[in-house]
């Protein structure tokens, strides 16, 4: 019983590509989240989505574009892949968009590789 | 703009020892405060939770404590044992509208035998 699941768990591409990753969450919550590892194991937000309506963008380029079709979902489109898109993403979701009690739970990640 | 630290970045214990992880963040306006554990390859698994409001958090061997006034956290592990070896990362959610975790550079812990 997954509770935040990822496809793809791996993902090699050519650069100029595009590409989608795909979450999905059965815990019924509403809020959704995008975030990027780099090479040096950070982790850096990058979208969120609370009830389909993006809250939170942080200055990401605008290849990538998030896409909630119901709040269990939450995809990630990259166009023109660039070799500095290469990342683990780790989708992740919290029941609520804010306060003290927002726990939030993260996926198995996606390693991009783009050559 | 919140920055958090975790120190040490790595850490080598024998089987057994009780250790603390520290982390600092900057901006006392925070929510709450998240521990997780990610092993090598693997997604993050959340560990505890300290709301602003809290001074401390247990489950099982670990306990979480929050010192938002000085910016710190600790995390202290009980009788470590080898499958306790990973990289364990701090984030804090920061007061406002929506909420997102900022994250630590992590500490990568080893329990050897």
């Known amino acids: 019983d997954t509770a935040v699941s990822q496809t793809p768990k791996y993902l090699v591409t050519q650069m100029g590509n595009d590409k989608s990753i795909k979450c999905e969450q059965n815990?019924?919550?509403?809020?959704m989240y995008w975030y990027k590892q780099d090479s040096k194991k950070f982790l850096k937000i990058m979208f969120s989505y609370n009830n389909k309506e993006l809250i939170i963008n942080e200055t990401v380029p605008n290849r990538f574009s998030p896409k909630s079709p119901d709040k269990a979902h939450l995809n990630l489109h990259i166009n023109s892949l660039e070799l500095g898109d290469s990342a683990v993403y780790f989708c992740a979701s919290s029941q609520l968009a804010g306060g003290p009690y927002n726990e939030q739970f993260f996926g198995p990640g996606t390693r991009l590789t783009v050559l | 703009k919140q920055e958090v630290t975790q120190i040490p970045a790595a850490l080598s214990v024998p089987e057994g020892e009780n250790l603390v992880l520290n982390c600092s963040f900057t901006d006392s306006a925070i929510y709450n405060l998240q521990w997780f554990r990610q092993d090598p390859g693997k997604g993050l698994t959340s560990l505890l939770l300290i709301q602003s409001s809290q001074r401390e958090q247990t489950s099982g061997r670990l306990n979480a404590s929050l010192d938002k006034s000085s910016g710190r956290s600790t995390l202290y592990i009980a009788a470590s044992q080898p499958g306790d070896s990973a990289t364990y990362l701090c984030a804090v959610s920061r007061t406002g509208t929506a909420s997102k975790l900022t994250f630590g550079t992590g500490t990568r812990l080893q329990v050897t035998l």
């Open positions: 815990l019924g919550h509403d809020t």
